[in-house]
């Protein structure tokens, strides 16, 4: 018998054709035909000093110069927390585009200089300074104390606390009321006292005296002959300690 061989049909294999995926790009942008610039400062900040030391007239003035010649204009981040400018160059109006930096507080402080470019010059890239504000620093005297008898009589403890303020063209230093003293007397706290300020003896000299009375105990009186006195600081002045003697 004869057999009949089944016809296979061929397998047709279409051809996948790219179709258009959008109309052209658009023509580039051309290049800024106009000339590249930039900035480079021509002053230092005042980095590592505290607010009052740098809190003079003038504070910081900033000065940079743009290689086009044209002129610089400068400004202060809103994001500063240690200090803010006002127009101008203090003491001189025709000074356009400066500005006087005035440092208020312990912080951060940013500068922005800028040049905008005209006809013949690009903008250029803002150049920025960055500088740190300290806390000021104190002055903490321990004096000697008288024990109280065999430890057993309150010890009055005592100390002085001052701190400088801008006057004139320099500064004064003066009390600084208002701030918590501790007493310790062989790592053991005694008490605390709050500085009261008092007149000294010249035209606006005064100083901050801080008092506490506590019983050290008779072992403490027989070990002991000195005390320390710590102030923790806030968020303008560095922390202070200074020791001083039992007798």
């Known amino acids: 018998m ?3 061989r089944a016809l296979v049909p061929a397998v047709l294999v279409a051809l996948a054709v790219p179709a258009s995926v959008g109309a052209a790009a658009a023509d580039p942008v051309p290049d800024d035909p ?5 900035i480079t400062f021509q002053t230092t900040a005042p980095v590592g000093q505290d607010w009052v030391h740098t ?3 003038g504070d910081y003035v900033p000065y940079a110069s743009a290689t086009s010649g044209l002129l610089v204009e400068f400004s202060v981040d809103p994001a500063s927390t240690a200090c803010h400018a ?13 500005i006087t930096v005035w440092v208020t507080a312990p912080g951060t402080c940013i500068v922005h200089a800028d040049q905008a470019g005209d006809e013949e010059f690009q903008p250029a890239p803002r ?3 960055t500088f740190d504000v300290l806390r000021e620093p104190v002055q903490l005297t321990a004096p000697k104390v008288a024990k109280g008898l065999l430890g057993l009589v309150p010890t009055t403890f005592r100390a002085e606390l001052l701190h400088q303020v801008p006057f004139g063209p320099g500064y004064l230093t003066t009390g600084y009321p208002g701030q918590t003293l501790t007493f310790s007397v062989a790592g053991k706290v005694m008490c605390s006292g709050v500085t009261v300020e008092h007149e000294g003896p010249g035209p606006f ?7 506490c009375k506590a019983t050290i105990g008779l072992a403490t009186a027989l070990s002991t002959n000195g005390y320390t006195v710590t102030y923790a600081g806030n968020e303008l002045s560095v922390p202070a300690s200074a020791v001083g003697k039992l007798s």
């Open 205 to 211: 000299e005064s100083t901050a005296i801080a008092t």
């Open 127 to 129: 150049q920025t300074q």
């Open 55 to 57: 809190n003079d007239f």
């Open 2 to 4: 004869k057999i009949a």
């Open 34 to 38: 106009r000339q590249e610039q930039s």
């Open 86 to 98: 006002t127009p101008g160059v203090f003491g001189d109006i025709e000074t356009p585009g400066r």
